[in-house]
């Protein structure tokens, strides 16, 4: 069997990680989750003092990014790496709402994009990886061999992201959940640099009416079929 790239893009929760997990341990490749490296660049910004409600300096960000260094430590409890930022894990950190709120705003600096596209390459130089995201399928690997584009309506994706958040023990309202949800869509869409859109040769995959069962075969299904 060769090894290929699979890039899946979409709109946010709409359980992209969930079947790119699934997907990278049926095939024994390597699973990166982006979005986490954009929330540890985001929480990096907010210990900093360089985003607030009050504003966002996103050129001092820019100076000091050569200061973040990004790791992954794989955890053998959840099966993915947690994030590691300069050194210190937290994951569970940048996935708070705190984070949520600012990391769009985050994304769209060119210099944050460039730093953590380059190293998005360099994990995949080797194939053999499922990496998910907004640009993956246009920007970091333009060339993978399978592309999905995830797509669900924001009532099924903020539920979802919802019942996340309570279980954690989060402290939020439904109301809170889909407009940071349906917020993030909006700048991740229309942001100047790599905007989510869907590859021309993505397949789109709309999950809102569909278990995780019949995700995962249907995807697995494909990526068998070119590997
Ligand atoms: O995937 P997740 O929802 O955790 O991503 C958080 C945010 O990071 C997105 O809303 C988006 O603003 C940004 N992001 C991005 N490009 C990626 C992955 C995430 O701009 N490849």
Redesign the pocket.
């Known amino acids: 069997m060769h090894k290929i790239t699979i890039a899946i893009d979409g709109f ?2 709409t359980g ?2 969930t079947i790119a997990k699934q997907l990278a341990a049926a095939l024994g490749y390597i699973y990166v ?4 490296m ?2 540890a660049v985001t929480l990096y910004a907010l210990h900093h003092g360089l985003i607030s409600e009050d504003g966002f300096k996103a050129s001092e960000l820019c100076l000091k990014l050569k200061d973040i260094q990004l790791g992954f430590l794989p955890n053998e409890q959840t099966g993915r790496s947690d994030m590691l930022l300069n050194g210190k894990n937290v994951e569970t950190e940048i996935r708070t709402m705190q984070v ?1 709120r600012f ?2 705003q985050v ?1 769209t600096v060119k210099a944050v ?1 460039e730093k953590l596209v380059a190293i998005q390459q360099e994990m995949g130089k080797a194939k053999g990886i499922v990496m ?5 399928g246009t920007v ?1 690997f333009p060339h993978a061999e399978l592309k999905l584009f995830m797509t669900a309506s924001a009532d099924a994706r903020a539920t979802r992201r919802y019942r996340e958040l309570l279980e954690r023990g989060d402290n939020i309202t439904y109301g809170e959940v889909l407009e940071n949800v349906q917020k ?1 869509d909006y ?2 869409s229309n942001r100047e640099e ?1 905007p ?1 859109r869907r590859a021309d040769d993505a397949i789109l995959f709309d999950n809102s009416d569909m278990g995780l069962k019949e995700q995962f075969e249907r995807i697995y299904n494909l990526a068998i079929r070119i590997i």
């Open positions: 946010s929760s992209k990680s989750d982006t979005g986490a954009y929330r949520s990391v769009s994304a994009r998910d995201g907004r640009d993956i970091v993030r700048i991740d790599s989510l």
